[in-house]
């Protein structure tokens, strides 16, 4: 079966620093990948989207940046953190005309 | 693009009672309508989806409906309970695989 991983779970930053997230699917092939980001009590902003390697689509234009070096694995970005980055990061996958599956989130507070 | 609006933002129901929660969409040519259960600090979960070839969708306590017609669909929760108090998101998109449009979110407080 599927599952889908990221990490790391939680984690708190000073301003200016970078950030590296990790997510990770398994037990399928060329799955269609998402960053999510919910602020706090907020809705579910996309962030990226990826269809394939290599492929990235950004919705928002900000600080943070999508990387997608092999087919399942796909990694959020920044070089230098802002306030306003905190906030609950969530990967997720689909297969094609399959369903949309959230990862555990990952939790950033940004100090 | 598509653009998804949910309504309430937030609903309190007394154990026992139905609630409701709609959502509009405005491109025509989607046909996918998901609804994701989100409790607190969790991921958001499928709970159930509707495709544009049935209007009904029904399990167990949970139903949805959708009018094509008039760009609506709603998420009907019977005989609530205490462990259905979460965060509802509806979406919308051309078809499942697709990028979905999320709703705002609906927060349901089950009061016991």
């Known amino acids: 079966s599927q599952t889908i991983h990221q990490w790391p779970a939680t984690l708190v930053q000073p301003v200016g620093s970078p950030l590296s997230l990790e997510c990770t699917v398994e037990?399928?092939?060329?799955?269609?990948l998402y960053w999510y980001r919910q602020a706090a009590g907020r809705g579910l902003q996309l962030l990226f989207y990826?269809?394939?390697?290599?492929?990235i689509s950004s919705e928002v234009p900000q600080n943070l940046s999508a990387s997608r070096p092999q087919d399942r694995q796909f990694i959020l970005s920044s070089k230098k953190l802002l306030l306003s980055d905190s906030g609950f990061y969530l990967c997720?996958?689909?297969?094609?005309?399959?369903?949309?599956?959230f990862g555990e989130g990952s939790r950033l507070t940004v100090l | 693009g598509e653009n998804v609006e949910q309504h309430p933002s937030t609903l309190s129901v007394q154990e026992g009672d139905s609630a409701v929660i709609k959502c509009t969409y405005s491109?025509?040519?989607?046909?996918?309508f998901p609804w994701y259960k989100q409790e607190l600090g969790k991921r958001p979960q499928l709970i159930i989806d509707?495709?544009?070839?049935?209007g009904e969708k029904k399990d167990q306590r949970i139903a949805v409906t959708l009018n094509k017609t008039a760009k609506h669909f709603s998420l009907h929760i019977t005989e609530t309970q205490p462990e259905d108090s979460a965060v509802y998101f509806c979406?919308?998109?051309?078809?499942?695989?697709?990028?979905?449009?999320f709703g705002g979110g609906t927060r349901l407080m089950v009061k016991p």
């Open positions: 997720a996958w689909s297969a094609p005309f399959g369903e949309l599956f």
């Open positions: 037990g399928t092939s060329n799955p269609n």
């Open positions: 990826s269809v394939g390697i290599g492929q």
């Open positions: 491109d025509s040519a989607s046909n996918y």
């Open positions: 509707i495709r544009s070839n049935v």
């Open positions: 979406a919308a998109s051309w078809s499942a695989g697709n990028m979905l449009t």
